[in-house]
């Protein structure tokens, strides 16, 4: 029987991210996933600079050989309606392909790879657990998505989780698909369904456009999505038919009833539901939340009941959120649409609340979140880490 210390089940940004944290500890760790890499991923692939800066990541040095389309610029708008264009003038986020960008993390993470693997079983052992009968763990991290087997097989999903549905598409254009494309590469376009319940995008990494619609209500999303191309012909944004749309699922931060920490077990990413409310950005939340649990690996020091992982919950609680992200929550549903087509009207709302707090989420690293606060907020007492010693960050 092989064994690790820590077994990560998923090779994304969250898996990825936890075992680049702990590349340095000395700890045994192990990526299992099911796909072998580089792998397509559906998703719509833009990254903000904290990104790289949690992730230490030289941003000349990735685009030598991969995708890296600086953003400079967003159209925001209703669908049906026109849009208003702000520009920064400077690179505020960049367009990437997750196929280039998950295998890039993955190879660089420290951790021994076991792909092409699908995790079927999780039984608990003494201490720790044994997956699929053949790798025995001291602690498991569920970093599969959405519908992580770990969130299940470790009893942390729940019945009845409000998921954020999306279809999207991803591809190469030809150059008659390129001379009917009016979406310029440096500024992608959002828009946003009249009840403020979803939005759509296109955007265009130099000769490759991801187009795609999600809603937090299920009911009818095709038809949202069929408008929504349609909208995207009329404006003469595009002149031609997409590929086939594929669909995909994940949860918004707050909604989540997930178990997020047992013993010996933490969810990270899609997996923990941790999506921003408003944007549905996905990337930037699994990449906290693996450096973040790794941090608290780090911390526990080798003892990975639950009363020492706790600190890993509120750890993800402190990272920063804009008041505005739960605004409207409570508002009746007419009142929503109503106030959210008139805002996307103003040119301020636009840029400092849809983009600067909703899709840009300029704040500090992650990593500069203090673990010894986070776990007294969650205990009520001062974390103690190696000899008795108070951690600090």
């Not at 997750?98 to 079927?120: I, P, V, W």
């Not at 007294?376 to 001062?382: I, K, S, Y």
Request: charged share 20%; aromatic share 8%; glycine share 12%.
């Amino acid at each position: 029987m092989d064994s690790c210390d820590v077994l990560i089940v998923g090779g994304g940004p969250a898996g990825s991210s936890c075992a680049w944290g702990l590349r340095h500890s000395g700890l045994d760790v192990v990526i299992l996933d099911k796909q072998v890499f580089p792998r397509d991923k559906v998703c719509g692939g833009w990254i903000t600079p904290g990104v790289l800066t949690d992730l230490g990541i030289d941003p000349l040095e990735y685009r030598r050989e991969r995708m890296l389309q600086p953003i400079t610029g967003f159209r925001v708008g209703c669908i049906g309606s026109s849009a208003l264009e702000t520009g920064y003038g400077e690179p505020v986020s960049y367009g990437i392909r997750r196929r280039e960008f998950d295998d890039y993390l993955l190879r660089r993470s420290g951790a021994r790879l076991l792909l092409g693997t699908a995790l079927t079983r999780l039984e608990q052992s003494t201490p720790g657990w044994v997956a699929n009968g053949q790798i025995k763990a001291r602690v498991v991290i569920g970093a599969g998505g959405h519908f992580c087997p770990v969130a299940g097989l470790a009893g942390g999903k729940k019945s009845g989780e409000p998921a954020v549905v999306a279809q999207e598409t991803e591809f190469e254009m030809d150059a008659g698909r390129l001379a009917g494309c009016r979406i310029r590469k440096e500024t992608p376009e959002l828009y946003f369904c009249s009840d403020m319940k979803g939005y759509g995008w296109c955007f265009r990494k130099r000769n490759v456009l991801n187009v795609g619609l999600g809603r937090a209500d299920p009911h009818r999303l095709s038809a949202h999505v069929t408008a929504f191309l349609e909208f995207l012909k009329s404006a003469g944004r595009i002149a031609f038919d997409v590929p086939p749309l594929q669909g995909h699922a994940y949860l918004l931060d707050g909604t989540s009833t997930r178990s997020i920490v047992g013993d010996g077990v933490l969810l990270a990413g899609d997996a923990a539901g941790l999506a921003h409310p408003q944007s549905g950005e996905g990337i930037r939340p699994a990449v906290e939340s693996g450096l973040l649990a790794a941090k608290t690996i780090l911390a526990a020091n080798g003892s990975y009941e639950r009363k020492r992982l706790d600190a890993y919950a509120a750890l993800l609680a402190r990272r920063r959120r804009p008041w505005s992200m739960n605004a409207g929550r409570y508002l009746p549903s007419q009142w929503t649409g109503f106030l959210g087509r008139s805002l996307l009207r103003s040119r301020w709302f636009v840029r400092n609340v849809v983009l600067k707090e909703w899709f840009l989420h300029a704040r500090a690293a992650v990593t500069e979140i203090d673990l010894a606060a986070a776990s007294e907020t969650a205990t009520g007492a001062p974390f103690r880490g190696h000899n008795g010693k108070r951690t600090a960050s």
